[in-house]
């Protein structure tokens, strides 16, 4: 159920060698530091826009655009045709695909994202991996520590599974669609093409092909009282 390959396309990014011998996708988040320092070869090949600040540690593929306002602190390893836009902070262990947007105001780190993934306006991707063609609305978060700073559990339809991990925000599979100003809790597990509606605070497992969505509140409209 929490296979790699469950929720994600392994076709859909060159870094799957991540993934080998991973039981449980969440696995994979403790190999990024280790395959970044043995496989990533620094250069940029890629255009920058202004001047924006990349460390030594990063890898930056052909057609990619670097905005003047982001910061790149590697090591880092960005894919091909991708967009890096003003005010993105990648901070250390971020594998990107090919195609893919990371937007203004977003932050990231210890994170996989695959390709044609989409995170543009406010969002926070800390010790996660997005599917292929995932997307994140305006202000959608991933929330990756608990607030007792406890081992971190997956909530699992059949009980708790203790991911042995303190930081652990969210595996996304692919072509997820995350509305605005969601907050996914640490652990959450969201299943291929599902759609979580804005605003919506989510905890464990989503199915694929599901829609999680919050009943609205009662809206009460009073009379204005006149002085």
């Not at 540690?57 to 052909?62: D, E, L, S, T």
């Not at 991990?165 to 640490?186: H, M, Q, T």
Request: hydrophobic share 40%; proline share 6%.
């Amino acid at each position: 159920m929490f296979s790699p390959d469950a929720l994600l396309d392994l076709d859909r990014t060159e870094h799957s060698v991540i993934f080998e011998n991973v039981t449980h996708a969440w696995e994979a988040l403790a190999k990024i530091s280790t395959y970044l320092q043995f496989r990533l070869k620094p250069g940029i090949h890629g255009k920058l826009v202004g001047k924006p600040f990349i460390s030594g540690a990063v890898y930056i593929g052909a057609g990619t655009i670097i905005e003047q306002g982001a910061m790149i602190k590697g090591p880092a390893w960005i894919g091909e045709g991708c967009e890096i836009r003003n005010g993105a902070y990648i901070r250390e262990n971020v594998v990107v695909g090919n195609g893919v947007v990371l937007g203004n105001s977003c932050e990231f780190k210890n994170c996989l994202i695959f390709d044609e993934a989409q995170i543009p306006h406010f969002n926070y991707i800390g010790d996660s991996i997005l599917g292929h063609k995932a997307h994140l609305g305006a202000g959608a978060i991933l929330s990756n520590v608990r607030l007792d700073h406890a081992p971190i559990s997956v909530h699992a339809p059949e009980g708790p599974i203790n991911t042995g991990l303190k930081k652990f925000g969210a595996i996304v599979g692919d072509r997820a669609e995350i509305g605005c100003n969601s907050v996914l809790s640490p652990g959450a597990i969201i299943g291929r093409d599902t759609i979580i509606y804005p605003g919506t605070s989510w905890r464990g497992v989503l199915p694929a092909n599901s829609i999680a969505k919050m009943e609205p509140q009662t809206l009460r409209i009073l009379p204005r009282l006149q002085k």
